[in-house]
């Protein structure tokens, strides 16, 4: 292969100071016109194409992002991480991926993300402990943090999330406009200073009717599985005229399980014997299987403002973007 160009070939060919060639492969920098052309006309004579890390010494972002994850099971990642990647993409960022587990915490990961100098670190979903800002690791700074698709209770840290009260609120109205009156509620992971605030809002608009909230089923983590055996060992040990008459799954696939375990394992109808709903309007539960009720976030429109944020076009701050209930067979 034949020697890479440097930018000081480039600047000895056009007549200019490599800090000149830099300058012109910088979006916003300051540069006469025709110094520009004459660089880029040596630039292209020369095959030659600007090394992203030297130029991020001169400007001090290497427009790289990462991304934090630690619930590869959900299926709701994939279309986020999509979406997400292929924004970040267009404004010319590009992605680290990072999985959250118990060998990478997030004091580590943080760590690495740092040494990385990326611009921005986004936290999707992820369970996030106050005391890892306080971790004395991290006593130097990192980058802006953001969190997406949850709250963030960590002051300084915005979020961009589904708005959890508008989407709440209508799915109350709509199930208690149906006779609805033995309202249950099934949660996943429980996490710790990022939250959903789902099971929080169905229990405050369902109080507004004058009906509690008794039934709280735990799924532990988001899973087919998970939803399953949560909702069977519920019935298993509940008798029939004991049971709540609709669910609230905290997403689909929760959703989905305890579908397959009503109709399969113990032979109920849905929406008679019992109503089933999801959150997040996966591909899947548009299909006649499921044919599930459930609430779609507005997923390019978060996805669009967390990277605003990132890129300083939009105010750094926690927004909540309201999406859409959408009206199945199963409630």
């Excluded at 000149?20 to 920098?29: E, H, L, M, Q, S």
């Amino acid at each position: 292969m034949s020697k890479r160009a440097t930018a000081r070939e480039v600047a000895a060919a056009a007549g200019v100071s490599k800090w000149t060639v830099i300058r012109a492969f910088t979006p916003g920098a300051s540069i006469t016109e025709e110094s520009r052309r004459r660089v880029l006309a040596a630039a292209e004579a020369l095959n030659y194409t600007p090394n992203l890390l030297a130029r991020s010494l001169a400007t001090n972002f290497t427009h790289q992002v990462a991304v934090f994850v630690d619930d590869f099971a959900n299926p709701q990642k994939l279309p986020f991480l999509e979406a997400l990647t292929a924004r970040l993409q267009a404004e010319g960022r590009v992605v680290m991926l990072i999985n959250i587990n118990t060998q990478f915490d997030h004091v580590r990961a943080l760590l690495n993300a740092d040494q990385r100098q990326v611009d921005a670190v986004i936290l999707f979903g992820t369970a996030f402990r106050d005391e890892t800002l306080r971790d004395r690791k991290l006593s130097k700074g990192m980058p802006p943090l953001f969190v997406l698709a949850r709250d963030s209770q960590i002051e300084g840290i915005p979020a961009v999330v589904c708005d959890a009260e508008v989407a709440l609120r209508d799915i109350v109205s709509h199930l208690a406009g149906k006779g609805y009156r033995r309202p249950g509620f099934m949660a996943g992971a429980q996490v710790l200073s990022t939250a959903l605030q789902r099971k929080h809002y169905f229990a405050h608009f369902w109080g507004r009717h004058g009906i509690s909230v008794n039934t709280e089923l735990s799924a532990h983590d988001y899973s087919w599985k998970a939803g399953a055996r949560a909702l069977h060992s519920y019935l298993a040990t509940t008798p029939p005229a004991e049971r709540i008459d609709v669910l609230m799954c905290e997403n689909d696939i929760l959703a989905m399980g305890a579908l397959d375990v009503l109709r399969s394992d113990f032979g109920l109808r849905v929406p008679e014997d019992m109503a089933v709903l999801g959150f997040d309007n996966l591909e899947l539960s548009a299909t006649p299987a499921y044919s599930l009720t459930t609430y779609e976030q507005p997923l390019h429109s978060m996805v669009d403002a967390v990277v605003a944020m990132v890129t300083g076009e939009l105010e750094a701050k926690t927004v909540a973007i309201a999406g859409q209930l959408i009206l199945r067979a199963t409630a």
